[in-house]
């Protein structure tokens, strides 16, 4: 039997064969919510959270969206110091299994790091309200965070064999085939249950870059790793919170800061 679309490895799923069009190529300009939908909430969580905490999180919330007693949510977190892996993720690529504890996840991906000084967006969206396109909404996705970077005049691009974020580095030596080395800013790694998404997206600002040795990022060797402040962007993290707001409702629509103790988990 077919595994169902939700668990199955989410490069294998972008790349299938019955929809070849480019995900530059999507129309992600727009992936707004019927409406008669509530705002999104815009939850921002202080201090550091533990993984297991925020999967519990994404859960309660992702389940609350199916049954629709809940509004959608996007929460924006700090992890302390921990390696995840996703459903495609290969043993071998875990090269320093004792140096942060590490967690098994059910989002689509390999092996990334979370810690101090990333931001991690998750997004629990309901997909039966947009778009039921899977490819479209992580074109999304990598828009947003393209479009944030922009704002700090960084140019991020998105490659079609490799999901997420990344930037050219001409100052470095070319890869062995003479293409520019590229570093990746931004991983990206969903789960869809009942069309309603979580997991997300982790942008680096500061983190200390030195944490992803680690591991082989998101099984692709080869790359390198970097963030604003890499780049030479010295930001704080609620300067990123508010361009990741304004550029998130350009493409999803709007968002509202919930009421402590007026919602749903």
Sequence with gaps: MRKPFAHRPLRRYLSRMDNPIPRDAL??????????????????????????????????????????TAPEAVFLVEHPPLYTSGTSAQD???LDAARFPVFRS????EFTYHGPGQRVAYVV?????????IRAFVAALEEWVISTLAEFQVRGERREDRVGVWVRRPERPPLPGGDPAEDKIAAIGIRVRKWVTFHGISLNVDPELSHFDGIVPCGIRGYGVTSL??????????????????????????TVMPVPGGSAP
């Excluded at 059910?106 to 991906?109: A, D, K």
């Excluded at 969206?125 to 396109?133: E, I, S």
């Excluded at 990123?240 to 409702?249: C, Y």
């Design 27 to 68: 129309d992600t300009g727009s992936f707004f919510a019927r409406s008669d939908s509530p705002p999104v909430e815009w939850i921002v969580i202080d201090g550091r959270i533990d993984y297991p905490a925020s999967v519990a999180l994404m859960e309660d919330r992702a389940a609350f969206v199916a049954d629709g």
């Design 92 to 94: 071998g690529d875990l």
């Design 106 to 109: 059910g989002r689509g991906g």
């Design 125 to 133: 969206l309901d997909l039966k309200r947009r778009r039921q396109d």
């Design 229 to 254: 402040l890499d780049l030479g962007f010295v930001v704080s993290m609620p300067e990123v919170d508010g361009i990741l707001r304004r550029r998130f409702e350009a493409i999803f629509g709007a």
